[in-house]
């Protein structure tokens, strides 16, 4: 795809330590000004950037800000796991942000630091119609959504087997798919359980649909691989490939065998998976430098040339004619304890998955 900015899908490079802007995760949550996470294909683009702006602030503000931005997985994630579980505002990061629906969205962090009003949303204006039209910016204006993930369907035509392709959401959990739909996973090995999965797509099936839902999509999945993975596989001979993907527009978009595949939009729309940060409010001022650059045009026209779109209003925009986007919607995540229903979803499709009779590699 022409225009895009340099994307790098490497988990680990040993040159960015180099004299770098930003912290090890040595410090404890509080003492950050900053601490972030992205997904990977975006890290060395995210992060240059990053490195630049405060690189600028430091010289001419004579202000060095604590930022921690891991490049690598394993324990350079360890922070993350916890600072939901602080018991004081004050030990949580000024700024954290995220590309996972997380325990940040814990009913319990809910009340102790979201409802009673620490966090100030600064969303760019005004939106996107397709932003406004699926509900994607917080009411309460405390989460700043900059950017989504839209999930899609990328189809091989050949291993659909003449069979009608899905149109809306609802079509993959038809029976007549059994056994050809590959969702996102990862784990260590074949013997260790998946760490990773697509929970956020098992919450939006459980909402619309109720639990019998993902006993459905359990019966229609046969493999769960890294999205990365998908794209490599996705229109070829490998036994390990389905007919239908569901998948990160990005990843579909770059699928070198387009003659075999097809990008297919839901008609009710992609699901909108929110990158998004939480920014203290009382700090607002000594963030400005960080928000200027996540919400900015810059970075946001390389996140829309990419195919993970920002919600800068000032970016061209290339969704599809017509495109809809999916949320879960304001008022359903905070009326239920949205990570209780992951469990709970991701128990029932694990169980049933795992007891039907062919062999998920």
Sequence with gaps: MENRCSLDFSTERDDYMCETELCSGELSPGEFDFMGRIPVPLKYTFKDGLEAVLKKHRIEKRIRLNCYFPMGGGSGYFPFENIHNVDSI??????????SFDNLFEKHFFEKFIDKGYFQACQPKPLHQIYADCGIEDPEKQFTIFAIVPFVFLVDHRKLDGLPVPRRWIDILDPIYHNKIIIGGWRKDENSPYSEFNSFLFLDLYKEHGIQSLKYLAYNTKNMLHYVHMSRIAGSNSELGAAIYIIPWFLADICPRRENTSIIWPEDGALAFPIYFLAKKSKLDKLNVLIKYVTGKGLGQCLVDNCYPS?????????????????????????????ELIRLTSKVFFEVWQSTPFTKT
């Design 90 to 99: 004050d030990d949580f990061p000024n700024m954290v942000l995220s590309p």
């Design 311 to 339: 919600l800068n209003p000032e970016v061209n925009y290339r969704y599809p004619t017509n495109a809809k986007l999916k949320w879960l919607g304001w008022d359903y995540v905070r009326s239920n304890d949205t990570m």
